[in-house]
């Protein structure tokens, strides 16, 4: 009966430990970017839906070809 609960304690204490011990590296935060209007955009590749299917589209496509403007819609599709 002992070896039972002392079985069950052990069990317990390694299961709340392992996490700690395993991987639970602090890493630096990143920088968030900062650019200012009209400044060149980072490159960046995104997925686009033509209607058939998706595919990775990326702004150094259209870089010397076409001039690509930037929207970003912080709560579209959010219902807020």
């Not at 299961?15 to 395993?22: G, Q, W």
């Not at 890493?27 to 955009?41: C, H, I, N, S, Y």
């Not at 686009?48 to 870089?63: C, E, I, M, N, W």
Request: net charge positive.
């Amino acid at each position: 009966m002992r070896w039972r609960l002392a079985s069950i304690v052990l069990v317990t204490t390694l299961s709340l430990l392992a996490p700690a011990a395993f991987g639970q590296e602090k890493k630096a935060p990143e920088q968030p970017l900062k650019v200012k209007v009209g400044d060149v955009a980072p490159d960046f590749t995104l997925l686009a839906y033509d209607g058939s299917g998706v595919k990775p589209v990326s702004l150094h496509d259209f870089r010397g070809k076409k001039q690509v403007a930037l929207a970003f819609f912080v709560f579209a599709f959010t219902g807020g």
